[in-house]
Each structure stands twice: as C-alpha cells, then as structure tokens.
C-alpha cells in the first residue's frame, strides 16, 4: 500500500476507534456504575479485630442482580471495611447475600519430634454467616444509602 492509501484507511478506522471506545466501558473491564461501600463488621455487639477478615458481597440474582462481580473488602483492625470490585473503588447498584469470614492464627504445635497434623484456624464468626445458603445478611447497595447502611452485625 502506498502512503496515501494507507493515510485514507487511517482517517477512516480512527473515528471508528473512537466510537467504539465508550461500548468497551473505558477499561472497567465490563463493571459498569460502581457506588461506594463502607461499614462495621460487629460481632456480639463488638468490633470484629483480627488479622484475616474478609467481606464478600455475592450478587442475589432472586433479587434482581444477575452481575457477574464479587465485591470484596478486608477488615481493618478497627473492624472497618470498604468494598472493592476488582480494582475499582465499590459495588455495582443491586441486591447481594453478604458473606464474612474471619479466622484466628493457628497456634503453632508444641512438643519436639514430627509434625503429624496441621494446625486448623479457628473461625471467630459463626459458620452461618460464611456461605451464602446460610447467611441471613441481604444488602442492597445504592446511590444514596442511610447512615450505617452497610454495617453488618453478626450473632450467635
């Protein structure tokens, strides 16, 4: 092709570029909306403050949301969590199950000679709360949501 040809192609496949630029979603990777989600994780009326503690926001798609995203968040040590879907900032809008998972460190075994069994973490949430058959936490996430909105509070 001469440089002149391949000059018209060019003026012509770059405004297509560009229109096709905004049904890519520019680079969410298919996210789409995303609003901002923070809370308090309390257990028994207490903050929940370990080392490994997770969030997870499963899509319900009984309610509504057929995404196909998790939104997850770790838990700090004041028992503060904010959601991220990927690497972006947030959840998409619509209803979820909320998971919470939280174990404590093994105790490393005593005793000398060979190790025969692994130490097992112990979960400090009850079990209900980590499958989402089980959990009672339903959350929908919004634009404008109330003041503690998204706390989770767990019991025994």
Same mark, same amino acid.
């Given at each position: 092709? &001469? ?15 560009? *229109? ?6 520019? %680079?969410?990777?298919? !996210? @789409? ?22 969030? *997870?926001? $499963?899509?319900?798609?009984? $309610? ?13 040590? &004041?028992?503060?969590?904010? *959601?991220?879907? $990927? ?6 809008? @619509?209803? /979820? ?29 009850? =079990?209900?709360? %980590?499958?989402? $058959?089980?959990?009672? !936490?339903? !959350?929908?996430?919004?634009? &404008?949501?109330?003041?503690? =909105? /998204? +706390?989770?509070? *767990? =019991? +025994?």
């Amino acid at each position: 092709m &001469s440089p002149r040809h391949l000059f018209r192609a060019s003026r012509l496949v770059t405004p297509v570029l560009f *229109l096709a630029l905004p049904a890519v979603g520019c %680079g969410d990777g298919g !996210i @789409g909306k995303t609003h901002p989600v923070s809370g308090k994780v309390t257990v028994n009326g207490q903050p929940l403050v370990v080392k490994s503690a997770v969030v *997870l926001f $499963k899509p319900n798609a009984a $309610k509504g949301n057929p995404s196909s995203f998790e939104p997850t968040g770790t838990v700090d040590s &004041s028992g503060n969590y904010t *959601l991220y879907t $990927k690497t972006k900032r947030g959840a998409p809008p @619509g209803w /979820y199950k909320v998971l919470v998972t939280a174990v404590a460190d093994p105790t490393p075994p005593t005793g000398k000679g060979a190790l025969t069994k692994r130490p097992v973490p112990k979960s400090l949430v009850p =079990a209900k709360y %980590g499958q989402e $058959k089980t959990t009672p !936490i339903e !959350i929908e996430v919004v634009a &404008s949501p109330a003041d503690g =909105a /998204y +706390d989770l509070t *767990l =019991a +025994d």
